[in-house]
């Protein structure tokens, strides 16, 4: 992560050039450069060159025109433009199914699933990690198994049901870590600390959560690492410890700021406003 940052004036230059002169190979630079846009919070600058490729779908062969469909989806759904996300995921969709392509079908499912479920719509959410969690073991994949089962999990806690999500979130992470997949394990120790903190149990949120944090450190995931932070600020806010939460709230804030977060930067200068409210009165 931290060699393809180093890179990214080069990267932009060739996407600039590609563009107007090789779609296709643009095209293909843009999809492998997903997954980097996202963990590194890059939302805004990989959904411009998305939204650019996408004026180029019509040229490309139709594996191309899906993949291209679906990271735009997923840029789109990280920020917050849940509309365009969620047709444009569709549309992804249905090319992987005419393509018969599963791998690219279980993209679909899943990341529609999560644009469900950031919509507070868990029966829904529930219905398409179900079939993408179907495809997956079709195709035998622990790290797909491992995304659905976690994704289940987030939304059996979102409907109260504790002990059943933690059973999916553990299941999820003795899968990624038997495959060696770092970052599900750092998310689903995360998503562990969450739910102790539902329990009823801050200390032991704080644990986990600092286990995830060290963990998404190591990575250079800096979107995990403003998210942890953030989440650790809560908890700190529940204990009473304004201090820390102050210093977890301004790290969160740097961050969110380097990454061009501006909706990210409202939210938390909002939050640091109010525990100054908070530690007045205290």
């Known amino acids: 992560m931290n060699r393809m940052a180093a890179e990214q004036d080069n990267v932009r230059a060739a996407l600039e050039w590609g563009m107007s002169h090789a779609p296709e190979a643009a095209l293909r630079l843009t999809t492998a450069l997903g997954w980097f846009w996202v963990t590194q919070a ?116 979102d409907l109260d049901y504790y002990d059943h999500a ?36 801050p200390g032991e949120a704080r644990r986990l959560t600092e286990q995830a944090l060290t963990l998404f450190r190591a990575l250079g995931d800096l979107g995990s690492i403003g998210g942890a932070v953030g989440y650790l600020a809560e908890i700190a806010i529940t204990m009473g410890d304004f201090a820390s939460a102050r210093a977890f709230l301004a790290e969160s804030l740097a961050l969110a700021r380097k990454t061009g977060n501006q909706r990210g930067v409202d939210i938390l200068q909002n939050r640091l406003a109010e525990i100054e409210t908070l530690s007045a009165d205290e």
């Open 166 to 201: 933690r059973l999916y979130y553990e299941d999820s992470l003795a899968l990624y870590r038997q495959v060696g997949n770092q970052h599900g394990e750092a998310t689903q120790v995360l998503f562990l600390g969450q739910l102790s903190m539902l329990q009823g149990n």
């Open 42 to 157: 890059r939302w805004v600058e990989g959904l411009r060159f998305a939204e650019r490729a996408l004026e180029h779908i019509s040229e490309v062969p139709p594996s191309l025109r899906a993949k291209t469909l679906g990271w735009a989806g997923v840029l789109a759904y990280h920020f917050g433009d849940f509309q365009r996300g969620k047709l444009w995921l569709r549309e992804s969709l249905e090319w992987h199914q005419r393509e018969d392509n599963p791998p690219g079908v279980y993209f679909g499912l899943y990341h529609s699933g999560i644009i469900a479920d950031l919509q507070h719509d868990p029966y829904v959410a529930h219905r398409l990690f179900t079939q993408a969690l179907e495809v997956a073991r079709q195709q035998d994949n622990p790290s797909m198994i491992a995304d659905c089962l976690a994704a289940l999990g987030r939304v059996l806690r």
